[in-house]
């Protein structure tokens, strides 16, 4: 029982110590012009870390429509879990929106880690379902990929027939397996 309220408590104070410093909205305002900035830094280097080690990232990045960009992801949960961080889509090189991710679960887990990940979307009508969906979960809509970099060797410009590919990366901590499908990405404003 000690250590069930341990698990609560220090899940409670990283929660509420990623709403404090930033890393997280709370969904009544969205981010801070510098909270803004930071997140448009991290980005650009989570994106150039992936290109540096992943070859077919970059090739993937050249050929999208847009890139949504998940730098910092927190996971945490005991029987209940759930997931949090906000992110960046760019289009040409540039930030055109702030997106936040969220998503539940359920069943035996514990633990906390963190994550990044990226996700390129490949067409008009990918881009066009995040923009008017008021809010895309994953796994409902077009039809997603996640590549390790022993899957991402294979994929060529002629195998490129899904809507959306992603990247999961920069893992840390100590809770088993990442999954994206039923994650909840809702555009946020600066």
Known sequence: MKSRTTLTVLGLTVALG??????????GGGLSPGMAAGLDSNATAALQSL???????????????AILIFPD???????????????????HGRTVGYYNTVAASYGFQAGLQSFGYVMFLMNDAA????????????????????????????????TLLSDVYAFVFNQTGLMAGVGLQGSKITEIQP
């Open 18 to 27: 990623l709403l404090e410093s930033g890393c997280v909205t709370n969904g």
């Open 51 to 65: 290109y540096a080690s992943t070859p077919a990232a970059k090739s993937l990045g050249r050929k999208a429509k």
């Open 73 to 91: 992801i927190l996971k945490g949960g005991f029987m209940f879990g759930g997931q949090i961080g906000n992110g960046v889509l760019r289009q």
């Open 127 to 158: 881009v066009a379902n995040l923009h008017n969906t008021g809010g895309w979960e994953v796994g409902v809509g077009p039809s997603i990929v996640v590549l390790d970099s022993g899957t991402a060797s294979t994929v060529t410009t002629t």
